[in-house]
């Protein structure tokens, strides 16, 4: 359903109803139409592991896998992911113990305060390695994600780590 009302230019569009798959679950609401994604995992679904930081897309912390896409959910509508199938750092830990991923980062030191941690596993999670060769490739691969503690040498081990490098 459609929310409208009037508002003086026009009739406006208030609120709009999406349905997404989150993490293999169904997610409906009925959210306002300027509502960001990642304000809708992080409030109206309680996926705090959804970081905000820049909130221009340009730290990485924010970021969802959509679609099998990476995508900054900071910079982009809740209701431009109706329909979508979205998965978040919470969607690719298992239900016990951390992923190979994220075991990786903690046995090499590739977190310190862990804000960035969550972006860096979920935009590696979407990237096949093959495509990334060596630590070259590895640095282009999180190159849209920052880390303001580690200095990235503990993230790249883990990443060869993870990647059987």
């Avoid at 009302?5 to 997610?27: M, Q, R």
Wanted: with cysteine; charged share 20%.
């Amino acid at each position: 359903m459609t929310y409208q009302h009037e508002d003086g230019n026009g009739l406006g569009i208030e609120e709009l109803d999406i349905t997404l798959d989150v993490n293999g679950e169904t997610a409906s609401s009925t959210v306002p139409v300027r509502m960001l994604l990642s304000d809708f995992l992080r409030d109206e679904l309680g996926l705090r592991g959804v970081r905000v930081g820049c909130e221009h897309g340009v730290c990485g912390a924010c970021t969802v896998v959509l679609d099998g896409a990476a995508v900054r959910s900071c910079i982009l509508l809740a209701v431009q992911a109706d329909g979508a199938d979205v998965t978040t750092i919470e969607g690719l830990t298992p239900d016990t113990g951390l992923g190979v991923l994220q075991q990786a980062f903690s046995d090499n030191d590739g977190l310190q305060c862990g804000f960035c941690t969550s972006g860096f596993i979920v935009t590696l999670s979407s990237l096949d390695p093959d495509d990334f060769p060596g630590d070259g490739g590895i640095l282009e691969a999180i190159s849209g994600n920052l880390c303001r503690c580690t200095g990235y040498r503990g993230i790249v081990d883990a990443v060869r780590s993870a990647w059987g490098r």
